[in-house]
Antibody, heavy 117, light 109 residues
Framework: EVQLVESGGGLVKPGGSLRLSCAASGFTFSSYSMNWVRQAPGKGLEWVSSISSSSSYIYYADSVKGRFTISRDNAKNSLYLQMNSLRAEDTAVYYC??????????WGQGTLVIVSS | QTVVTQEPSLTVSPGGTVTLTCASSTGAVTTGYYASWLQQKPGQAPRALIYATSDRHSWTPARFSGSLLGGNAALTLSDVQPEDEADYYCLVFHGGVVVFGGGTKLTVL
């Protein structure tokens, strides 16, 4: 069974940092691209970042470029999102999602990040 | 920067048919955009329904179908059920970047 489990969310002050993790199981993690997607309270989905299976290709939304860093450890079946210089507008549920050549299929349940003083 | 536009809300009667659309600010949506559709119910994570414009996932009911319609990606729900009431999002791949539409709130009434 494919499972994606996010962790690492919490309350952080503006300007602070947080590292999210996504633990993958039930599939060959190293064969898939992965995405981070977020959803602010009461708002729609916003793509944050994606990373190819071997980390050769990495993309970011303009809203997080220069502040967030996506990475993965295929040996540990894990995806990460390092978030620095956090702002109030980064408050959201963060989801990881699996992607195979444009087929985004499985999603985790999300982890909540709140940026507030 | 690509903007993807969806109807903010639609209402359909049980048993009816409704089509949701997904338009790109850069022009016609083609198969190269790999348009996908997601369903999200309150308090739940998104669930993938359609990928690559018209392919269903193994868990997607046959009453959900994807297509290209008049330059837009489209999701058609036939024989709508009460449990289809949800938010629906399209997403497209454009130059390595993923762009989501703003979502359509579908009410079954």
């Amino acid at each position: 069974e494919v499972q994606l489990v996010e962790s690492g969310g919490g309350l952080v002050k503006p300007g602070g940092s947080l590292r999210l993790s996504c633990a993958a199981s039930g599939f060959t993690f190293s064969s898939y691209s992965m995405n981070w997607v977020r959803q602010a309270p009461g708002k729609g989905l916003e793509w944050v970042s994606s990373i190819s299976s071997s980390s050769s290709y990495i993309y970011y939304a303009d809203s997080v470029k220069g502040r967030f860093t996506i990475s993965r450890d295929n040996a540990k079946n894990s995806l990460y999102l390092q978030m620095n210089s956090l702002r109030a507008e980064d408050t959201a549920v963060y989801y990881c999602a699996r992607d195979l050549s444009g087929q985004v299929d499985y999603w985790g349940q999300g982890t909540l990040v709140i940026v507030s003083s | 920067q690509t903007v993807v536009t969806q109807e903010p809300s639609l209402t359909v009667s049980p048993g009816g048919t409704v089509t949701l659309t997904c338009a790109s600010s850069t022009g016609a949506v083609t198969t190269g955009y790999y348009a996908s559709w997601l369903q999200q119910k309150p308090g739940q994570a998104p669930r993938a329904l359609i990928y690559a414009t018209s392919d269903r996932h193994s868990w997607t009911p046959a009453r959900f179908s994807g297509s290209l319609l008049g330059g837009n990606a489209a999701l058609t729900l036939s024989d709508v059920q009460p449990e289809d009431e949800a938010d629906y999002y399209c997403l497209v791949f454009h130059g390595g970047v993923v762009v989501f539409g703003g979502g359509t709130k579908l009410t079954v009434l």
